[in-house]
């Protein structure tokens, strides 16, 4: 009788799996624990929020939560815009060019931002937004990925509805508006939590356009909570981790089904 053995795939995948839980188990183990069980596991050690308390009284968390939060939500607003428009033009749209136009927007997905960061920083200085929350979001405004994505959901619209949506008087941005963008929900949370997901952990780019609290995000904000001359203990630091991840873990949880569907989908198209 023939016996089923797991695949090199799935051990592998499995302790990737492991590799990457164990930073997250020991965080969460640390930050509900009494900084003298932070190093040992013991199943008896008294579960706690003071190192939750403690974190939020020693650092302005509150003001880098709305900081990060106008961030996300800026930057996610405009790139939904600006890639809506684009998708819409490059997928139902023809145009002298338009073939070539779209391979350029895809070739800023190989250009890593971090080559552009002296370039944005003259234009930021130019326009006098140096630490400032705009400063932070104006070069991420415009997302190939996320017009990539869009695109590839706009192109499976049966011409039908949109045929349908024309006999009813629609103009063109109508046949957007009532057509494309509702079929398109799935990917605009998949976006979405790709958009979020990036700006909200982004570290190198808001440490240098930012210097004070009043526009510095939550990534930064720990790392200067977490320096060693500060004299934080171990377990407050991993309980200020906890909280600024904990957002993302639960958006993650509640849309993962839309998140991966929609990866599939584009892929198939």
Not at 18 to 41: I, K, M, N, V
Not at 153 to 163: D, I
Not at 216 to 225: D, E, K, N
């Amino acid at each position: 009788m023939r016996q089923n053995h797991p695949s090199v795939e799935t051990v592998a995948a499995w302790v990737l799996a492991l590799l990457w839980l164990l930073p997250l188990a020991y965080s969460l183990w640390s930050a509900f624990h009494p900084a003298e069980y932070a190093t040992r596991f013991d199943l008896t050690a008294p579960l706690t929020l003071d190192n939750f308390a403690r974190a939020w009284r020693q650092a302005p968390f509150a003001r880098y939560y709305l900081n990060t939060a106008l961030l996300v939500t800026m930057v996610l607003a405009g790139q939904i815009v600006i890639a809506t428009l684009a998708a819409y033009a490059f997928a139902r749209f023809r145009f002298v060019g338009r073939d070539v136009l779209f391979a350029l927007v895809l070739v800023q997905l190989m250009i890593m931002p971090d080559v552009l960061i002296v370039e944005n920083y003259r234009v930021i200085s130019w326009l006098n937004l140096l630490d400032t929350i705009p400063a932070i979001a104006l070069p991420y405004m415009a997302s190939a990925f996320g017009t990539f994505l869009l695109r590839q959901a706009f192109k499976s619209v049966p011409n039908e509805l949109v045929e349908a949506a024309r006999v009813e008087g629609a103009s063109s941005f109508g046949v957007l508006w009532r057509v494309f963008v509702p079929l398109g929900k799935t990917t605009y949370i998949a976006f979405g939590l790709v958009s979020v997901s990036y700006h909200w952990n982004n570290f190198l780019w808001p440490l240098i356009v930012t210097n004070s609290v009043e526009s510095r995000p939550l990534t930064v904000g720990l790392a200067v909570f977490g320096a060693p001359e500060t004299g934080v203990d171990w377990s407050v630091i991993t309980a200020a981790t906890v909280m600024t991840m904990a957002p993302l873990l639960l958006a993650f949880l509640l849309f993962q089904r839309q998140f991966v569907q929609s990866f599939m989908r584009a892929g198939i198209r």
